[in-house]
């Protein structure tokens, strides 16, 4: 399959800091890609959907000012969380849209996530 | 109604037996469905995608969709402890479900 990397893959951080985390495509364009949210022993949260060259579409409740996402290439989308807090330690993972079939079908590969604790 | 619905477990089967999961969801308009696999800490990996009404096999996985009842599901032949994970149902749109966390115990 194809194959969509993260980094970092871990971070700590203090609280009222920024982190950023990149999600990039290795081996395919994707103009799509998608960031989720995972607390322990929870499903995954769709946050918001990256378009490249455009503004990113967030779920209701997601802070777009707090949740800050660039999509500026094809195989690179970032996030960045703002004056992060404590409660926003969670598991951040990424995927890119991965189109096939002569563009008639579609699935998404994830990355490996990133691990962001604020102390 | 939730998008796409699966029961959260756990599901517990032994060694060597058939794990059956099952998923709903509510948009009859949907084409495509995915199976993901997810280890403890780690992120999901893609598993099974199928777009047709009836069985598609994989190895050990199958599988199943029947879009009138809006119903898919995996089934995993002669289980492994390997395969102890939660499997994530999604439809495109890119909508997961809760997972169901499977367990196969030796």
Redesign the interface.
Known sequence: ?AVVSQHPSWVICKSGTSVKIECRSLDFQATTM?WYRQFPKQ??M?MA?SNEGSKATYEQGVEKDKFLINHASLTLSTLTVTSAHPEDSS?Y?C?ARYVFGSGS?????????TRLTVL | QKEVEQNSGPLSVPEGAIASLNCTYSDRGSQ?F?W?RQYS??????IM?I?SNGDKEDGRFTAQLNKASQYVSLLIRDSQPSDSATY?CAV?G??????TRLTVKP
């Open positions: 399959g998608f499903s995954l769709l959907t598991f993972i995927s079908s579609d699935t998404q590969y994830f990355g490996p996530g | 495509s995915f993901y800490g780690k992120s999901p990996e893609l995608f777009y994530l495109r890119m909508r997961f479900g809760a997972g």
